[in-house]
């Protein structure tokens, strides 16, 4: 229970990646307010599924692109548990696969607000609290997309390039207040948006038909990146700071 103690707001924390960060945390000992924004069905089976184990966890609605949401999520989650300590920044949209001479400016402008406006808008929200606390740590997650840049995802790159800017600016500047800011970069993982990208990128229906051609036999779970995030929340990451990892097996999902 190395995160006994401590409140983590994990956005996007109902399903895929996000479910599994919170799970994950959970089970270390913080007490999980897991944001949603469409989903709350499955908003609210993570939070089951996380007291029906042991754990402590609410969930909260807000669209992280949308400033008035975020805020009143912050507070309410400041006034039910007293402050927030982890924040991980996962809510995440994928873009529609066209090369910009195609891509539609609103599409653009949406997938970028989402992960790079969200980010930034939370990051700022829960630091007030998390200054007054012994440690803070506010985790991106960001994608392998950041090392190959592909062609045809032009506003995912962007987003995901952008929510980096944040994180690499935010840990210079916090780092004075006990606050650790880390990226965490995974390829292709076995989720809703993995299997729309496996099914658009790779053409087959079942995303486990990957696994023979995926490193160590497996496409990435989100549970291997919620290990990532447990880690570097933990003591035993207590000077990483300004750190990007990738998770994607030692070669990102353009290069298998």
């Known amino acids: ?79 039910d548990f007293g402050f927030v300590d982890i924040l991980i920044n996962n809510a995440g949209i994928a873009s529609r696969g066209q090369s910009i001479f195609d891509t539609d400016p609103l599409e653009m402008e949406r997938v970028v607000r989402t992960h790079a406006f969200g980010a930034f808008y939370l990051s700022k929200l829960v630091l007030a609290s998390m200054r007054t606390r012994p440690r803070g740590d506010i985790i991106m997650i960001s994608s392998a997309a950041t090392q190959a840049y592909a062609g045809n995802g032009s506003p995912y790159n962007m987003g995901k390039a952008a929510m980096e800017a944040v994180a690499l600016t935010l840990y210079k500047e916090e780092r004075k207040n006990h606050i650790h800011v880390n990226i965490v970069a995974p390829g292709l993982v076995e989720s809703d948006m993995g299997r729309r990208l496996a099914r658009a990128t ?55």
């Open 202 to 256: 790779r053409g087959t229906t079942d995303i486990r038909e990957l696994d023979a051609s995926s490193p160590f036999g497996h496409v990435c779970q989100p549970e291997d990146v919620a290990d990532v995030v447990r880690y570097l929340c933990s003591d035993a990451a207590g000077y990483l700071t300004g750190q990007r990892i990738y998770v994607d097996g030692g070669g990102n999902l353009f290069n298998y």
């Open 1 to 79: 229970m190395a995160l006994e103690g401590r409140v983590a707001l994990v956005s996007g924390g109902g399903r895929g990646i996000g479910r599994g960060i919170s799970m994950g945390l959970a089970a270390d000992g913080a007490t999980v307010a897991v944001n949603y924004r469409k989903d709350e069905d499955a908003a609210n089976e993570t939070v089951a599924a996380i007291i029906a184990a042991g754990g402590k966890a609410k969930a909260y609605h807000a669209s992280v692109d949308n400033w008035d949401e975020d805020k009143t999520m912050v507070e309410q989650i400041v006034a």
